[in-house]
């Protein structure tokens, strides 16, 4: 088993290691210059389109679900435990300047995740139960000039993404609600898997429009609710702020290895802040992965550039904002690099995340992150079964088998809530690597169609 767990982290080192990260975010940068920069200057579009009455009914176009909701499911899978749990593993493993790269590397996001979910909505189909089907499986092998290597790249993106299912978005996950109910309020592990089993299977066996209506209003409260958590605790330490913003551009692009301050016995220096900021950033808003792709294909509109753009906001939400706020409250709290008495060793984790919210709000704090990562994980639970089972459709070219797979999935939730998990983390992250190099091909490959698309609805925008 120990030889399976070095394996397993050699393995995923490796895969998200620079290549990775470089072919991730140098996709991004390739295509935002390609659009010329089309994604940045219509984000306020993007924004007042998703929050707009209209995005949240199906009047415009043929779809399952309203525009809103197929944003909301996305953000259902993506505003995880990364935005809790991966933005201090960041800060302390890469130094608070992770924080930024995490940033740079969501500014370029924006434009994969449009251009991933644009071409998902363009490529998608009807399937024989009347529901719409798409994602870049779909992309690739209806869209790809030669048809086996479309088909090929798809039918790996689709088992790529049933793996990631069961491990990022499912056991993982119900591991994340189990620990924090289980640390926070001493509720027994099995206790807990048996309720959010239960609770899986009443949402998930209802399909998209049962996830997607429990999404679109649990998504929005959820952040709501740990965003003013957040902004108090950063009010609470606002004297400890400018030192601390300091410290995060200060780290971000020191050549050598510095710390101190706010960092307590933290240095990191600049290669460092780079590669756990963007590893973590592109974990936490899955831009590139093109898992987000899959929900958009289903919502109702009558342009695929219009919903590209809605779907985009997911990383704007999810790690401009979010992450910034658990990274600030961090940085500001004095409890980065600092040691947790009772273990001796240094705070990280969400351990660190509730030290930094204890620091204005107490024993409540420790609650509100506790609530925040119990609701996050769970709807990242089912944001994802979506996702996986429209990937285990695809491969089997049939929605009969749909049922089997949300019962399937749904019982697995009590494994991962009740398991130890360090070989399924490893395992999990390493599908979600390799589901992003077939869609990043496909990104690369189609390029010149999504300038065309993204130039001719620019009229639109413009008009």
């Known amino acids: 088993m120990e030889t399976l767990q070095k394996i397993l982290e050699t393995v995923d080192s490796f895969v998200w290691g620079p290549v990775m990260l470089v072919l991730l975010v140098g996709t991004g940068v390739f295509l935002t210059v390609k659009l010329r920069f089309r994604t940045w200057r219509n984000l ?33 899978a993506t505003i995880g435990t990364g935005n809790i749990v991966g933005v201090a593993t960041a800060m302390v493993s890469g130094g608070p300047g992770a924080l930024v790269w995490m940033e740079i590397s969501a500014l370029f996001g924006l434009t994969t995740k449009f251009s991933e979910c644009m071409l998902a909505v363009k490529y998608r189909k009807v399937n024989e139960h009347g ?52 640390s926070t309020f001493s509720i027994p592990t099995w206790v807990t898997g048996v309720v959010v089993t239960i609770l899986a299977l009443v949402v998930i066996v209802g399909g998209i429009k049962t996830i997607s209506k429990v999404s679109s209003v649990v998504v929005p409260v959820m952040a709501i609710f740990y965003l003013i958590g957040g902004i108090i605790v950063i009010i609470g330490n606002i004297s400890n702020l400018p030192a601390g913003v ?45 898992s987000a792709a899959i929900t958009a294909a289903s919502a109702t509109t009558d342009n695929a550039v219009r919903q590209g753009y809605i779907n985009m906001t997911g990383t704007f ?47 409540a704090g ?24 429209k990937a285990f459709e695809y491969l089997f070219n049939s929605p009969k088998y749909n049922m089997v797979y949300r019962i399937v999935f749904s019982l697995i939730v009590y494994v991962g809530a009740t398991t130890a998990l360090d070989i399924v983390w490893d395992f999990s992250d390493i599908a979600n690597a390799l589901m992003a190099v077939p869609n990043l091909i496909c990104l690369l490959v189609l390029s010149g169609e999504i300038k065309r698309d993204v130039e001719e609805f620019q009229k639109e925008i413009d008009g």
């Not at 090929?152 to 499912?170: K, R």
């Not at 980065?336 to 204005?360: H, Q, R, S």
């Not at 996050?376 to 994802?384: K, P, Q, R, V």
Request: overall charge positive; glycine content about 14%.
């Open 366 to 389: 420790a609650v509100i992150v506790c609530i925040g990562i119990v609701l996050f994980a769970f709807s990242t639970i089912l944001g994802w079964e979506y996702h996986g089972e």
């Open 317 to 363: 939400w999810d790690t401009i904002v979010v992450c910034t706020v658990t990274g600030l409250c961090i940085a500001s709290s004095g409890a980065l690099g600092t040691v947790n008495p009772a273990t001796g060793e240094l705070f990280i984790g969400a351990e660190l995340t509730m030290e930094a919210f204890k620091t204005v709000l107490g024993e």
């Open 44 to 76: 306020g579009y993007a924004l007042k389109s998703t929050l707009s009455k209209e995005a949240r009914t199906k009047k415009r176009g043929t779809g399952d679900v309203s525009p809103f909701a197929a944003l909301t499911t996305a953000l259902a």
């Open 131 to 182: 529901e719409m089907t798409g994602g870049p499986m779909y992309t690739m092998k209806r869209g790809f000039k030669n048809k086996k290597i479309g088909a090929l790249l798809g039918f790996l993106f689709a088992l790529f993404a049933v793996i990631a299912s069961f491990g990022i978005g499912n056991m993982t996950q119900a591991n994340s609600i189990s620990s924090a109910l289980n």
């Open 246 to 290: 300091v410290m995060i551009f200060k780290m971000a692009f020191s050549v050598k290895a510095v710390g101190g301050g706010l960092c307590g016995s933290i240095t990191a220096a600049m290669m460092n802040a780079m590669h756990f900021g963007v590893a973590r950033g592109c974990f936490s808003n899955e831009a590139g992965m093109g």
